[in-house]
């Protein structure tokens, strides 16, 4: 099970004890934000993309939208999802739990600047019933992201 994964790696790192599972589905933004009693756009969700044929993900904040131009500006290639089914032999993780942790080699994580709001976010955990609260640093240690992108829309704040 991916949780377990997640949760091995993380007993490695010191920090296993700060997963929380639900007794109730975490698997979108609306139900992890709900189940975790904070607002949606904490939650640090990840998309995953294939680009060429290297899966890469995109942890972008709850309520960030993939900006098409921006994403084929900086991966010059057009923006496509990997397909529900492919995710699990891509990534290591099933749709509904998708994280950037204990992810299979070769898959390349990116942190959207959307995220950069925040002092803390909540992405999952490996499951669709957990989360980790996560500093950004942490989140972008943890997850040995290849760096901080600019390819998301519809978060900025008015003003």
């Known amino acids: ?7 091995t790696y993380f007993q490695t790192l010191g ?8 007794p ?13 009693g904070v607002e949606g756009k904490r939650i640090a969700k990840t998309l995953s993309f294939l680009v060429g044929d290297v899966c890469i993900l995109i ?11 921006k994403f084929k500006a900086q991966f010059h290639t057009k ?14 993780h099933a ?8 992810v299979k080699a070769g898959v390349k994580v ?19 019933n957990s989360a980790i609260e996560l500093r950004l640093q ?9 760096g901080w992108i600019d390819v998301c829309k519809g978060w900025q704040e008015e003003g």
């Open 110 to 128: 990116y942190l959207d600047e959307s995220l950069r709001r925040f002092e803390t976010v909540f992405p999952a955990c490996g499951s669709s």
């Open 95 to 102: 749709v509904g739990g998708v994280c950037p942790f204990a």
């Open 1 to 7: 099970m991916s949780i377990e994964k997640v949760r």
């Open 138 to 146: 942490e989140l972008m240690d943890y997850a040995r992201a290849d």
């Open 79 to 92: 923006a496509k999802m990997l397909p529900p089914e492919d995710v699990p032999s891509y990534v290591g």
């Open 59 to 69: 942890v972008a904040a709850g309520d960030a939208k993939i900006d098409n131009p």
């Open 24 to 36: 109730v589905s975490s698997a979108t933004v609306e139900l992890a934000a709900q189940a975790l």
């Open 15 to 22: 920090i296993a004890d700060r997963i929380q599972e639900f």
